[in-house]
């Protein structure tokens, strides 16, 4: 029994040396490491680019600037992950008989969007966003958000450039690597496009080939930046069927928000995405839509 005893530790003795212990256990991470966007609903600082001032879809991001004008991931790509499941925050609604109007939010997602989404979920309104491509890389939480609780995503281009002074091989570059930026980070393609400043041509809808989304109302809120004023503009201009314009990198545009809920629902309307609004019929390539 000595012998085989002996025996035994030596094989113990020789299968440790050999590395054939019990497999060590891994962990994905440090915990609470965030993403790129720095947390769950906070964004950091991002920028837009800046075309001339057309007086629509405003020059993208005065505020944005305080970062580079491109950002990207720090880290490899982001593995493949199930699609998020929007989340349904009203039985659907038919705008050919409800009150409805379209909110909708440009050239994000930026320092602000985070407060903005949870503003809307507090009030239980979903909204469109017309994101930049260039800032959907440092706020892919963000935008994995924005689908999951309801909202609907668009196409605003990469960079905010005038797109009909661009060849059309730039065109499509712009509008290519939003929708991969944006499919990449939150599992879905956007089916609608803003142009930015609202400037297009046959050209350029020929070349983009969605159906172009502008506005019923601006808020000039890129040019005033002032609360009082987004209040008056959201609360009063608004008819139904109406989309209305606004930029969630403005922090006096998402700090008005709350109040134009309020105003908004004291008058009766519906909130609907830009798709719910327009329900029932087919938005053609190419062409433009600014009110049911």
Same mark, same amino acid.
């Given at each position: 029994?000595?012998? &085989?005893?002996?025996?035994?530790?030596?094989?113990?003795?020789?299968?440790? #040396?050999? %590395?054939?212990?019990?497999?060590?256990?891994? &962990?994905?991470?440090?915990?609470?490491?965030?993403?790129?966007?720095?947390?769950?609903?906070?964004?950091?600082?991002?920028?837009?680019?800046?075309?001339? %001032?057309?007086?629509?879809?405003?020059?993208?991001?005065?505020?944005?600037?305080?970062?580079?004008?491109?950002?990207?991931?720090?880290?490899?790509?982001?593995?493949?992950?199930?699609?998020?499941?929007?989340?349904?925050?009203?039985?659907?609604?038919?705008?050919?008989?409800?009150?409805?109007?379209?909110?909708?939010?440009?050239?994000?997602?930026?320092? *602000?969007?985070?407060?903005?989404?949870?503003?809307?979920? #507090?009030?239980?309104?979903?909204?469109?966003?017309?994101?930049?491509?260039?800032?959907?890389?440092?706020?892919?939480?963000?935008?994995?958000?924005?689908?999951?609780?309801?909202?609907?995503?668009?196409?605003?281009?990469?960079?905010?450039?005038?797109?009909?002074?661009?060849?059309?091989?730039?065109?499509?570059?712009?509008?290519?690597?939003?929708?991969? #930026?944006?499919?990449?980070?939150?599992?879905?393609?956007?089916?609608?496009?803003?142009?930015? *400043?609202? #400037?297009?041509?046959?050209?350029?809808?020929?070349?983009?080939?969605?159906?172009?989304?502008?506005?019923?109302?601006?808020?000039?809120?890129?040019?005033?930046?002032?609360?009082? &004023?987004?209040?008056?503009?959201?609360? $009063? $201009?608004?008819?139904?069927?109406?989309?209305?314009?606004?930029?969630?990198?403005?922090?006096?545009?998402?700090?008005?928000?709350?109040?134009?809920?309020?105003?908004?629902?004291? $008058?009766?309307?519906?909130?609907?995405?830009?798709?719910?609004?327009?329900?029932? &019929?087919?938005?053609?390539? %190419?062409?433009?839509?600014?009110?049911?």
């Amino acid at each position: 029994m000595r012998g &085989r005893g002996f025996v035994v530790l030596a094989v113990l003795g020789l299968m440790f #040396a050999a %590395g054939c212990g019990p497999a060590p256990s891994y &962990r994905a991470g440090p915990a609470g490491a965030k993403d790129a966007d720095g947390g769950p609903d906070d964004a950091g600082p991002s920028a837009s680019s800046a075309g001339p %001032g057309r007086g629509s879809s405003s020059p993208s991001a005065s505020e944005g600037n305080e970062a580079s004008a491109e950002q990207h991931d720090p880290g490899p790509s982001m593995p493949a992950t199930p699609e998020p499941r929007p989340r349904r925050l009203h039985s659907p609604v038919d705008c050919s008989v409800v009150k409805c109007v379209a909110l909708t939010f440009d050239d994000g997602p930026g320092p *602000y969007t985070g407060r903005l989404l949870d503003e809307l979920r #507090a009030a239980d309104v979903r909204a469109t966003f017309f994101l930049l491509g260039q800032n959907v890389a440092g706020h892919r939480r963000l935008v994995r958000r924005m689908v999951r609780e309801g909202h609907e995503v668009g196409n605003h281009s990469w960079s905010h450039p005038d797109l009909t002074t661009l060849p059309s091989g730039e065109v499509r570059a712009q509008v290519l690597r939003t929708q991969r #930026a944006v499919e990449e980070a939150a599992g879905v393609a956007p089916v609608l496009f803003r142009p930015p *400043y609202g #400037a297009i041509d046959a050209r350029v809808a020929r070349t983009v080939g969605m159906p172009m989304i502008l506005w019923s109302v601006d808020s000039l809120d890129w040019l005033h930046r002032d609360v009082r &004023r987004n209040i008056v503009v959201g609360v $009063r $201009r608004p008819r139904s069927g109406g989309i209305v314009l606004f930029h969630d990198i403005h922090r006096p545009s998402v700090a008005a928000v709350p109040t134009i809920l309020e105003g908004l629902k004291r $008058r009766g309307f519906t909130f609907v995405t830009v798709s719910e609004l327009f329900e029932g &019929r087919r938005l053609a390539p %190419g062409r433009r839509y600014a009110e049911r």
